[in-house]
């Protein structure tokens, strides 16, 4: 048994944080620094006339004004649609049109406002309908390669079909359909954007940067450098401290490109921070999403076909958002087994601010649908929604039509955990005569990284120093997730070492191995098996180097521990004898010998060994390993939405019980259930971190978070206006259970957790609450306005009053 | 902003408000200092008046006198004030924070002239009076008649409120104020106040107040004629529920639809007639 695995740990970074002391994008200061400010359209979509710079320039403090016209084009996006400084014309109210670098924040801003900008304002388009009509303006006349566009539709197709939907469809016993849509929302993170950039004397760039994808944005931004004629100078991307991330980094941003620019313009590091409100205005939200669907099954409950039609408005330019739906086919055509299947997305350019991943990258989307929907089917077919449930349960082994092969599979325990946990068999009927219900939804999620790239690999270097203290560096980033937290007990134990010994590298392209990014719940999985990798290979170069240290080494200590005590009896046992490298053990930083008589002196200090090694006469030897894991999974193809994504999936189920004010329409959580199929639990502290904040996150989807926009405009940018859950809205029971389903493929069995946690906790709320008022609400978020509308136009203003204890 | 003062005295403070052009005071700042920061307000000096023994006591001798620039949570750790007017307590209850409520002022959150000023109907129906203080002399004015328009009150420009007056609690008065958020620490988007007099099954007074549904805080002179000296019976709430519905002048905003806002003053116009029907004459 490991002493360190599943047991509470905080985090490493823990105290840190606690006591201010992580640095944090906004704590960093380099010499000369300068700082940025970028000057934003004020129309959603317009022809740039002219840009007049000259009285920005001319306020004291100044040190460069950019624009398109004096600085050459970088190019970026997924689909390299997007432009850092923008020249012709503008697409959204956040695209950048000029930029300055000044001694101070305040100046900065003060000469962004000087900037004259003249625009000829354009037809503009906010939603995907009017965008797909004939004749629409379009929003980008050419594509990167300057080929004429037609349409708004952007060029990406995930597309899945299996069997016979038709037939399926009209043979159905009970099928319903509905339209669920998602709105437009913030990741809000505790730690706004910002990046500080700074050439060395030979022109190579180092680049603190708030981002997920340390490797990848290495790869972009030395892209940048020979966009601006510094081919073969290289980039160094530092991560410092992250106050949360979300999908927030998962691209490289016109922000970041723009302080590269000035800071290549003026020769002086520059930095640039987004304020709450620009963090709002001028990051990318969460894409809004419309799904239709449908969902039929035979008289026993039997799922026979699902059709999904996904639009989403992508707004204005591509991110690696745009590949949302290649997440959205898991669920789709995954969850419970469902024989004919239809799923199709189209993503729609507009001139509304363009969107960005968040945590669960469309699988919050699609299951809110999906879940909600199957609510529907099971009152239609007079069965109970855990029941329908449980009959289309996924199980172990099964591969399904999209071909994602299921190693293990807890979803059958986690549905009857969260009936058994929330009270289900006692569960009052449906109607609306009473104010509480209870209602539940399940998820499927890539549990062993998500392939969305051809490596989705990490490696990681593992090095002991002479005091026995060894260094963990990988190239997967913990933004608040607790990523280091597993990487540290893992460490610890495949090692053998004491935790308090084990140091995460701070993440650095530099020092770090390469990484894909920290998406799709993989961090713990990736960098976690590749640890394990780098660990064997250095237990193997230990124990290899004691066959001859050793002996030495107990000699010694067998010396010593006389000196110390005398009277020791001697003790006939043949160390030299009995040395094998499998017969070592290391633990704690002691090595010793398995299975001897228990004598003192047998049991090493890891660091006497490896100073042995070092100073070994004839030659010494260090201990660094890498590994890099790439784990068993296949790129998906798209078009025909065929392909194993996944190294394992994670599944799960929440339940809730709500109260409904039917007078004001207030939601309340009475309780909540999640039962969910981790593979195993590494640090139930961190864990259990991880599903409360998801929670926290979902509940903020299903009641209260919203970017409300007008025109393309943003109206609510803060957090009065814009509301997540406090400490009071979150204030109910929370019973958390875990299911241990040990997944092979898992390091120590492990899955990926980071994003199931918000996944149906949407569903489950709403359905809960149909439960309650038998008012379904197709909206997020459910909102009391939007619910009371629903009420009356369900009761007709006659809603049956409070009744209290009516369950 | 260039400078920032802290006057020895109320008249100092009113001298210098005078000399400065463009000057504020400030109290708690939890309202001044969020403007300052998105720039609605930019004034060019700051002075600070929390720090005046003259304007931070609390006095209770029958009726109230309440430094304007008493912290929220001074005024709710005050048995004597808290027993003699509860729903002065129920207003601070869900006031922000405890760390809002400990820089917060009372004074500030009348001053600031929002429509969603919690303490503002809760002092309209106890028929507050606010003292006004200027260069040359001080004046009283009811808070049911402080505030003008959105973000303006009649306090001029050199004037400083210097305390808030509330007449002996009514004998047996039963006084409720509930609010509407989206969230907690959020902005009202309805409230309201209602302080009732029951003797024998019948309203021999009854006072009522919104916040956050018209421009300024607004009396239900309208509601409360449907109710007074009569008896409060179900049919006469369901009525007084209407009335207010219709009395009340709410806007579309990125918080609530007008409509919304109108249906919750109804709704707890009726829950707060309920709940003194409920507590009966005593
Ligand atoms: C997070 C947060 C939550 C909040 N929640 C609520 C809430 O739930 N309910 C609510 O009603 N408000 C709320 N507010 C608003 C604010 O806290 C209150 O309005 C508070 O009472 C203001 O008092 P203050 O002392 O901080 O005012 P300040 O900010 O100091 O002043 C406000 C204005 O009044 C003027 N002023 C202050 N005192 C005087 C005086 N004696 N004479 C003349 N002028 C004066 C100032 O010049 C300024 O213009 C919240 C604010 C924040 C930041």
Known sequence: MSPYLGKARPRPDAAEKATGRAEYIHDIRRPGMLHAAIRFSEHAHARIKGIDTLKAERIRGVRAVITAQNTPEIRLGFLRDNVALKGEKVRQFRDEVAAVAAIDPDVAAEAAAAIEVEYEPLPALFDPASALDEGAPLVHERDAAGRPLETNLMPVHFRHSSGDITAARSAAAHAVSGEFSTPLIQQSCMGTAGALAEFDPRMNLTIWAKTQIPFLAQRDFNSALSQIGLAGRNTRVIVPALGGGFGTGLDTHCYEYIAILLAWRTGKPVKILYKR??????????????????????????????????????????????????????PATSLYRVPNIEFDCELVYTNNTYAQAMRGYGNPELTWALESNLD?????????????????????????????RVTTCGLRECIEGVGERLGWKNKGGWGAGKKRGVGLASMVHVGGSGRIYRSDASGVILRLDDYG???????????????????????ADSVGVDPERVFITQTDTSTCPWDVGTHASRGAFTAGNALLMAAEKMRRQLFEAAIDLYPDLVEQARRSWIRANPDTPPADFDWRASVAPERFQLRNNLLSLRDTPPIPWLEIDLAKLIRAAHFRAGGGEMFTV??????????????????????????????????????????????????????????PQALRGQIVGAIAQGVGYALYEQVITEKGRILNPNFTDYKIPTAVEIDFPLDLEYIETDEPAGPYGAKGIGEPGLTPTAPAIANAIFDAVGVRVRDLPITPERLLAALHARYDDHIPRRAPNAR | ??????????????????????????????????????????????????????????????????????????????????????????????????????????????CNGSPAADAAPALIVLGARVRIAGLDGERLLPVEQLFEAPGRTRVREEELLVSIELDPPLPSGHGVFLKKMRTAMDVSLASIASLALLRDGRLEEIRLAAGSVAPVPMRLHETEKVLRDRPLTPERIAEARRVARDEVRPITDIRAGADYRRHIVGVFVQRALEATLEKGDR
Not at chain 1, 285 to 297: A, E, K, L, Y
Not at chain 1, 376 to 402: F, K, Q, S, W, Y
Not at chain 1, 469 to 491: E, K, R, T, W
Request: glycine residues 10%; contains cysteine; negative net charge.
């Open chain 2, 1 to 110: 902003m260039s400078s920032y003062h802290r006057p020895p005295s109320v008249a100092e403070a009113l001298r210098l408000k005078r000399e400065l052009p463009g000057s504020s005071f400030i109290a708690g700042g939890t309202d001044l200092l969020v403007q300052m920061k998105d720039r609605v307000r930019q004034p060019t000096a700051l002075i600070s008046i929390r720090h005046l023994s003259e304007l931070t006591r609390i006095e209770t001798d029958g009726g109230a006198r309440l430094g304007a620039a008493t912290p929220l949570s001074d005024l709710a750790d005050d048995s004597a004030l808290m027993t003699g007017w509860p729903i002065l307590g129920e207003a601070l209850r869900d006031f922000a924070s405890v760390q809002i409520r400990g820089s917060a002022t009372i004074g500030g959150n009348l």
């Open chain 1, 469 to 491: 203290n060894l260094y963990v560096a990988s190239g997967g980033v913990d933004m608040g997730q607790g990523l280091h937290s597993a990487l540290q007990i893992m460490a």
């Open chain 1, 277 to 330: 409100d620009q963090e709002f205005a001028y990051l990318s939200p969460r894409q809004s999403s419309t799904v239709r669907i449908s969902q039929g099954c035979d008289a026993g409950g039997r799922l026979t076909f699902r059709d999904v039609h996904v639009t989403q408005d992508n707004g204005a330019y591509g991110s690696w958002g745009a590949t949302y739906p290649s997440v959205m086919m898991i």
């Open chain 1, 626 to 683: 890498e590994a890099f894991y790439d784990p068993p999974s296949e790129l998906p193809d798209w078009e025909r939405g065929q392909g194993n994504m996944s190294a394992c999936y994670t599944y799960g189920t929440q339940g809730v019980e709500v109260e409904v004010d039917t007078d004001t329409g207030d939601v309340k959580i009475v309780a909540m259930v999640s039962v969910l199929d981790v593979g195993r639990v590494i640090n």
């Open chain 1, 376 to 404: 529907e089917l099971a009152e239609a077919a007079g069965i109970d929604p855990l029941e329908i449930r449980r009959i289309n349960c996924n199980e172990p082994g099964e591969v399904t039509p999209m071909g994602l």
